[in-house]
């Protein structure tokens, strides 16, 4: 396990950012930042998923999430805020939200949820482009030419393990939030 955080932890109220990340310390390397300033300089490749409370002095949670998107980071980031939903959140590209006070369980339950979306987005997108050149390759060659291409077999394989992995992870969607948080990821992407 590499020292380079997966999870950044981004609360004004420090002992509750220590807080968090000791509960998630425990699972994954954290790491927390006390402001919005410090959590830019904080973000690297590494993180997976941010959790960002919105109410900062300084850099507000919405525009250290503006700044991350912009940035092109690719990372889950979970608004973790006393600040109830409004309309506003509609153009914001976060993943999910909770409204404080969070649980220790609410909190790991929610990064593996949005850590296996990001997992399952990256599977569902590579297996459309492969099944895209399996059909393309289908339309221009001859059957006899693909049955004796290795590379061609190759992309078969891993069409059908996809397909598996996908399927794989449907069934084992529990909730409708889930398949339709999926979704909504593969939609933002676009």
């Not at 390397?29 to 993180?47: C, T």
């Not at 960002?52 to 980071?73: C, K, N, T």
């Not at 889950?76 to 914001?92: C, L, S």
């Not at 593996?112 to 482009?129: F, P």
Request: charged share 35%; glycine share 6%; with cysteine.
């Amino acid at each position: 396990m590499s020292d380079d955080p997966e999870v950044l932890v981004v609360d004004d109220e420090s002992r509750l950012a220590d807080l968090f990340a000791a509960w998630i310390g425990a699972e994954r390397p954290v790491e927390a930042a006390y402001n919005g300033e410090e959590a830019l300089e904080k973000m690297s490749q590494s993180v997976e998923v941010v959790l960002l409370d919105r109410r900062m002095p300084g850099l507000s949670g919405d525009e250290v999430l503006q700044a991350i998107r912009e940035e092109g980071y690719d990372c889950r980031v979970v608004m973790v805020t006393a600040v109830d939903p409004d309309f506003d959140i509609i153009e914001m590209g976060f993943d999910d939200y909770l409204v404080k006070p969070v649980s220790k369980d609410e909190l790991l339950e929610m990064i593996g949820t949005v850590s296996a979306r990001a997992d399952y987005e990256s599977d569902i997108q590579e297996y459309y482009a492969l099944v895209s050149k399996k059909a393309l390759l289908e339309s221009e060659k001859a059957d006899r030419d693909l049955a004796d291409n290795e590379e061609y077999q190759d992309l078969c394989e891993r069409v059908d393990e996809l397909r598996s992995q996908v399927d794989e992870t449907v069934s084992g969607m529990s909730s409708h939030d889930d398949f339709v948080g999926a979704f909504q990821d593969l939609g933002s992407e676009h």
